[in-house]
């Protein structure tokens, strides 16, 4: 496995790799989640590659960009163990040159959901997976059903800009106890850890009310917000039951829909998501 971190190395680099190549960014502390979108990417290509890049542009000016967790030890053992070709830790300074001016910025679709409650937030991300793939030039990238609006905004970003990258979202990653796994459920102390499985079941009790025949859009809001308000450790940030396509919310019948959440838990936020009607779990 190859470590490489400037520009220049990483062209050297992959220049060497057998196509096609698979592609995971990251911004480390890696889980099984992560773990996860390599295994897809290892099963889909000839060789794989991945970033671990904690990318400052995408954390507002109250949120965890210092204390995000980081371990890049650790990450590279696991990504050795998984059978990665090559590893891609750009600095900031790379990433960023003195200067810099260059945004890329999807509209629409980021105005809503995480995009409105997290300014400036998708400018960051589209950003910076744009010049990941300008580096990395992928056939394939590799994403998490589990950040299901940025999944969304990469799929637009590639559209428009026409990126001739596949883009792959894979299914979301749980606890036993059906936790979506994060890097930021390190936050949480034995209690809050407990409380967190609240997002899951209100999710999981809109799932079963639709299965069972309920198709309006404001009563199954309701139900993962009454879920989530019982529990003492939780503050409800959103919900929201949109079009899966438009990320727009649905009122009255709703055929299919992505049913998605904010939540505070203690100190720590954290975000869930799940289809129902489209007989998939990913976009």
């Known amino acids: 496995m190859q470590v490489v971190t400037t520009l220049e190395e990483l062209w050297a680099a992959r220049k060497q790799l057998p196509e096609p190549v698979g592609f995971v960014p990251t911004m480390g502390y890696l889980h099984d989640g992560h773990l996860s979108l390599v295994r897809c990417a290892k099963r889909d290509n000839a060789s794989v590659a991945v970033s671990i890049f904690v990318n400052p542009t995408q954390f507002g000016p109250n949120e965890d960009l ?13 990504l050795e163990a998984e059978g990665v070709d090559l590893v891609w830790t750009p ?5 960023y040159p003195p200067g810099f001016q260059t945004w890329v910025e999807v509209t629409e679709i980021t105005q809503l959901l995480e995009g409105a409650r997290r300014p400036g937030h998708f400018r960051g991300v589209t950003t910076v997976v744009a010049k990941l793939f300008n580096g990395v030039q992928p056939q394939r990238a590799y994403f998490g059903q589990k950040d299901a609006q940025q999944a969304r905004v990469i799929q637009q970003m590639v559209r428009d800009l026409n990126y001739p990258i596949e883009i792959v979202v894979c299914p979301i990653r749980r606890e036993p106890d059906g936790l979506a796994m994060s890097s930021r459920n390190t936050y949480l102390n034995p209690a809050e850890r407990k409380a967190a499985t609240v997002l899951y079941r209100a999710l999981s009790a809109a799932k079963a009310a639709f299965q069972q025949g309920e198709r309006d859009a404001d009563r199954l809001r309701q139900i993962m917000e009454d879920t989530i308000n019982a529990e003492p450790l939780a503050r409800l940030q959103y919900v929201s039951c949109a079009d899966p396509d438009t990320l727009e919310e649905l009122h009255g019948e709703v055929e299919k829909a992505l049913l998605s959440m904010a939540v505070f838990v203690g100190k720590t936020r954290l975000i869930d998501n799940m289809l129902i009607g489209t007989g998939k779990e990913t976009f």
Do not use: F, G, I, N
């Open 66 to 78: 210092e204390s995000y967790p980081r371990d890049l030890a650790r990450d590279l053992a696991l």
């Open 91 to 95: 600095t900031a300074e790379v990433m």
